[in-house]
T-cell receptor, first 112, second 114 residues
Framework: AQSVTQLDSQVPVFEEAPVELRCNYS??????LFWYVQYPNQGLQLLLK??????LVKGINGFEAEFNKSQTSFHLRKPSVHISDTAEYFC??????????FGTGTRLTVIP | KAGVTQTPRYLIKTRGQQVTLSCSPI?????VSWYQQTPGQGLQFLFE???????NKGNFPGRFSGRQFSNSRSEMNVSTLELGDSALYLC?????????????FGPGTRLTVT
């Protein structure tokens, strides 16, 4: 069976500091991996996706993620966070169907 | 291009009642998926409709049902509401190709069951 695990439920970080949100996946078949962000009282927005090819994926708002097959990880990073990055972040995967399976989420809080 | 719209945004119902939620996808998108988001269970897939047919289904009881119309608009129905059905229900639209990842989410309908 496939799954994604988000290792941190909450991550506090000071403004302009770097951040890494961790996601590990488990799958015996090829999966597509995604990071979504959810701002308060809103739906989900796609930050970035890994389908194939280059393992370093750049997304919107300065975020990037690296697909690491040997460590089965897909961690999300940003070199310098802003107050506006405060939100919930979800790692997700997709296999043979169109639906997404989500991790439990990581609440990122940027401290002024 | 208009985004995904969901109506109503907020809803309060009583146990035992039924409810219908509506989702209008992005123009040109033929796939609509529904997700339930709760603090305890997180984001869970309910079902997907593609070209008016249910293409995929999650692990939810039969009280949860849906349909899709010829214009791709979708409705989700929950019958005999239970307290545990209180959640944010999210609809996502896409072209329907696996692996594209381009699922666009609406703002959700927050359902409270009392």
């Amino acid at each position: 069976a496939q799954s994604v695990t988000q290792l941190d439920s909450q991550v506090p970080v000071f403004e302009e500091a770097p951040v890494e949100l961790r996601c590990n996946y488990s799958s015996s078949v090829s999966v597509y991996l995604f990071w979504y962000v959810q701002y308060p009282n809103q739906g989900l927005q796609l930050l970035l996706k890994y389908l194939s090819g280059s393992t370093l994926v750049k997304g919107i708002n300065g975020f990037e993620a690296e697909f690491n097959k040997s460590q089965t990880s897909f961690h999300l990073r940003k070199p310098s966070v802003h107050i506006s990055d405060t939100a919930e972040y979800f790692c997700a995967y997709q296999t043979g169907a169109n639906n997404l399976f989500f991790g439990t989420g990581t609440r990122l809080t940027v401290i002024p | 291009k208009a985004g995904v719209t969901q109506t109503p945004r907020y809803l309060i119902k009583t146990r035992g009642q039924q409810v219908t939620l509506s989702c209008s996808p992005i123009s040109g998108h033929r796939s609509v998926s529904w997700y339930q988001q709760t603090p305890g269970q997180g984001l869970q897939f309910l079902f997907e409709y593609f070209s008016e047919t249910q293409r995929n289904k999650g692990n939810f009881p039969g009280r949860f049902s849906g349909r899709q119309f010829s214009n791709s608009r979708s409705e989700m129905n929950v019958s005999t509401l239970e307290l545990g059905d209180s959640a944010l229900y999210l609809c996502a639209s896409s072209l329907g190709r696996v692996g594209s990842g381009e699922q666009y989410f609406g703002p959700g309908t927050r359902l409270t069951v009392t």
